[in-house]
Structures are given as C-alpha cells and as structure tokens.
C-alpha cells in the first residue's frame, strides 16, 4: 500500500513539474470569495463596428467590457454587422478586469471595474447639451434620444445575464445596474428604454411589488418625507448621493438615474410622490433593515423641502 501511495505522490508530482518549475498540491482553503459583486449593463452609442474598435483596440481613453452584444444586421439592422443572428462576442475574460465602469460608486464601493461584469450592448441612444445651453450643470440642461432595443438583442441578453448570474451567486439583485446608477452624473445608459421589469422576471436584478408602492404612495400624499429623509433613502438604495436637504445637480442626476431604471415612463429628476413610494418599497424588499434607520429621519414635511 504505501508503494502504491507513493507510487501516485510521485505521479502528480511529475504532471505538476510539466506545468510549473516547482512542487504544487492543491489545498484550498474555505476562506475565499468571489471578486465579482456587480453585473453592470451599458450601451455603446455607436453601431457594432465602431463599439468593437473602441472596445478592442487602442485608443487615447481605452475602454472594454467582457462582452458585447450586437445589434441585429440585415436590411432592416445594423449594417456594420454581418449576420442578422446576433452572436455574443466575449472581449474580456471574467477572471480578468474590464475597463467599462470608470468613475463609479455604488453601495459604498468604488472603483468598480475591479468588482464588476460588464455587458455593452449595441444602442445608437445619446445624450448632447440642450440647444442653447453653453454648460451642462444639471440632467434638465441635456437632450436625450433613446432607442428601442430589438427583441432577437434582448433574448441574447436575458440569456447571457442569467448564465453570469449562475457563474457568479454572490451578485446580488440589487448589484445587477445600469452605468447610469454607478455613474450618474455622465452616464444615462442603458437608458429608459431598457425593460428591467422583463429582466427581473427572467430572474435578473431587483424590482418592487405594485401594492407596496401603492401603500407607500398614498401615505406620501397624506404627509410626505423631507428632501433630506428621501436623499437618505436613495444613498440607502446605493446611489452614491450626499444628505445635504437641497434639490442639488448630483441629487438630480441620482434620481434621473434611478427614475430611468425603476420609473421609465418620466425621468426628469424631480424626486415626486411616485418615486418616493418606489424607492421605499425597494428597501422595504431588498433592505428592510435601512429602511428601519430610516425611520428616525422621517419627520413628515413639505415635499422636497427641510
């Protein structure tokens, strides 16, 4: 037996010494965990040519996102891409960092490339300062033309999110974001077009329960919260705001933001009634225990004001 033994110590020594110049034994350790806490959805403001040189190639701000997801081709498509199939291309591998988020925060974490999945997905939408406005100091000042997403694009990115979700159970619903939630004030993507509900019904990130915002809502209207209470409530949500009771640019970004993912049907930043009612039934849902610190901050007031 202990011939046998050492017989097959041997072995594995010998097939590890082809792959490294010294000995090796797998021993791995309970304490670990995955670097992936974030899925992170984009779109590219460009046709698929364009997002593919930008994402793959050198250029004077490099970018990438581990995957990209054309647009349909065709007569009727993109036609920079060649199939009317649309074929995931993967850019980046996932054990590696992709250069996507930039500038970002959300739930307290910053850098967010290093803890992130980054999707890109072929969407012609932008944003241009509105005609007139010499300096962009807030969401009211900017122009945006958003465009639908096509079905056959839309099927191919519900399957991917939830086979990255499978590879990584530590992404939580809420950490499943748009670039404009992590980067609010120079992001929009991908935008109020973007049918998150759907996702959340394939299993893909958070959403909130009609009779919860109903329930919440008429009590806004009866005796509705401070600016300041529902500033608090939005850095409670994740979004990297700071409690200062003033209707400020950064707010208003936060909110178009968080309007555009969870209220798409009006994101013009003003934090009203409605909006209210839908962030405190997210927290009511997802984080019932900051919802429950909340509660010394909310002092009924005139909406909006301290």
Not at 69 to 74: L, N
Not at 106 to 127: D, F, Q
Not at 133 to 158: H, K, M, N, S, T
Not at 254 to 276: K, N, Y
Request: with cysteine; glycine share 6%.
């Amino acid at each position: 037996m202990r011939t046998r033994v050492a017989a097959v110590m041997i072995l594995v020594l010998a097939v590890l010494a082809g792959c490294a110049s010294y000995p090796l034994v797998e021993d791995p350790s309970v304490n670990a965990g995955s670097r992936i806490r974030q899925l992170v959805l984009h779109f590219t403001s460009e046709d698929f040519a364009e997002s593919r040189r930008l994402l793959t190639q050198r250029t004077a701000n490099p970018v990438s996102a581990h995957y990209l997801v054309p647009a349909p081709g065709g007569a009727d498509g993109d036609p920079s891409y060649p199939a009317r199939r649309v074929v995931v291309h993967r850019l980046v591998p996932e054990a590696r960092r992709a250069w996507h988020a930039g500038r970002s925060q959300w739930r307290g974490e910053t850098a967010l490339n290093n803890s992130s999945i980054g999707i890109e997905i072929v969407n012609l939408s932008r944003c241009e300062p509105r005609a007139g406005v010499l300096a962009v100091a807030g969401p009211e000042d900017e122009d945006c033309r958003f465009l639908p997403y096509p079905e056959a694009q839309l099927a191919v990115v519900i399957a991917l999110a939830q086979d990255i979700l499978a590879r990584h159970p530590d992404i939580a619903p809420w950490n499943v974001v748009g670039h404009a939630d992590i980067a609010p004030t120079r992001k929009v993507d991908p935008g109020p077009l973007f049918p998150w509900a759907r996702l959340h019904q394939a299993g893909i990130g958070a959403w909130y329960e009609e009779e919860t915002v109903a329930r919440y809502r008429a009590r806004f209207e009866a005796a509705r919260p401070s600016l300041a209470m529902l500033q608090a409530a939005l850095a409670a949500w994740g979004h990297a705001v700071d409690v200062t009771g003033e209707d400020d640019a950064r707010s208003r970004y936060a909110v178009r933001a968080f309007q555009m993912h969870f209220r798409p049907r009006r994101h013009d930043g003003v934090f009203d009634a409605e909006t209210a009612a839908i962030l405190h039934a997210l927290l009511e849902r997802y984080h019932p225990e900051a919802l429950a610190a909340l509660g010394a901050r909310a002092a009924p007031g005139p909406f909006g004001q301290d």
